[in-house]
């Protein structure tokens, strides 16, 4: 398992960006894949952008928000991020990042993901 701290999370107006950014505690960042999910109130933490290890040559953005979104990482740096950008009020939700020696166990159930960090809260006001 690996720690992982989000931060970045905010208040902001409708139209606005945020960067989110999720720092690892290992070293090793690099041979981990990585997630973030987000967990609106009273629905479910959804799978929403992958990273692949290493590299990150592998992408992916949850259809409904391609154009908007886009996920990288720094292994230099031992953090990813999360570029989020024309937000909607229909993005505010807990912010969740996670990590995975593999890439497919991102995007399976979330029980089976053992790393996770506290969470950052994304508000979007009209």
């Known amino acids: 398992q690996v720690q992982l701290e989000e931060s970045g999370g905010g208040l902001v107006q409708a139209g606005g960006s945020l960067r989110l950014s999720c720092a690892a505690s290992t070293s090793s960042f690099g041979d981990y894949a990585m997630g973030w999910f987000r967990q609106a109130p009273g629905k479910k933490r959804e799978l929403i952008a992958g990273?692949?290890?290493?590299?990150?040559?592998?992408?992916y953005i949850t259809d409904s928000l391609k154009g908007r979104f886009i996920i990288s990482r720094d292994n230099a740096k031992n953090t990813g991020y999360l570029q989020m950008n024309s937000l909607e009020p229909d993005d505010t939700a807990v912010y969740f990042c996670?990590?995975?020696?593999?890439?497919?166990?991102?995007?399976?159930?979330?029980?089976?993901?053992?790393?996770w960090g506290q969470g950052t809260q994304v508000t979007v006001f009209s």
């Open positions: 996670a990590a995975d020696r593999y890439y497919g166990t991102i995007f399976g159930d979330p029980s089976f993901l053992h790393s």
């Open positions: 990273i692949s290890p290493r590299t990150g040559g592998s992408t």
